[in-house]
């Protein structure tokens, strides 16, 4: 009988479809085993599942699907219960899932329970669940598979610190993400784990499928000096560069993928 060799593992929320979908790819192609976090569309995560597969590098990668609403405390449990039990660790939480206002409203007009609902999914889901990993770590140091330790991202987004007067509570939600991830880099550094906020620009996701012709005239124009839509492909470069250990002096960096949307010119 032969065994199969203990690969890191990675667990990837809202890797359905989108910008999680493309982190969980690259994940595959890292030879990392990956647990494909969906809240809903379970057959669009078992898309992603054969996507990783068709991408693995060793026979003993592991992929599976895993249900969750990560804002209810219990079922965030149950997808953290279940990443240990059927992955047998986990060595890089990658907080992707997320979600924009159903409907954009003014700030004048935004209603209470579209703010709870988008504050809940976008924060108050990542901040515990990083809580869950965070202990889970601190109980078994230096066993981390991955070059320098165990590693904590968060996927925010330009929202962070950008107004958009017509969804106020996701940015919010984002800007309260990358304080988050400051928290946890300055709590967890000391304990060998690394911290980092990736913060993607103007994706073309299904997100954004309903503003795309609008984006398409501002990128035009000039909004984004790449002249282009970042793709999950994007995102998902940069997580593989931090899970295999090419920032090791960086925690608590920010790091841009939005095409120089950042910059500050004249």
Known sequence: MTLMKQLPVVLVT???????????QSCARSGFSVAVHFANNENAAKQTVTLCQSLATSPDQRFI??????????????????TLEKLGGLDALVNNAGMAPRQRADLTDTSEHSYEEVMAVNLKGPYFLSQLAARHWLAHPGRSLLPGGYKLIFVTSISAETASVNRGEYCLSKAGLAMAAQLWAARLAREGVQVFEIRPGIMATDMTAGVKEKYDRL?????????????????????????????????GNVISVDGGFHLRTL
């Open 219 to 251: 990128i035009a124009e000039g909004l984004v000096p790449q002249m282009r839509w970042g793709a999950p492909e994007d995102v998902g470069l940069a997580v593989e560069a931090v899970l295999r250990g090419s920032f090791p002096y960086s925690t």
């Open 65 to 82: 699907p895993v249900r969750g609403d990560l804002s209810v405390s219990a079922e965030r449990e149950e997808v953290f219960r279940q």
């Open 14 to 24: 809202g890797a359905s479809r989108g910008l999680g979908r493309g982190i969980a």
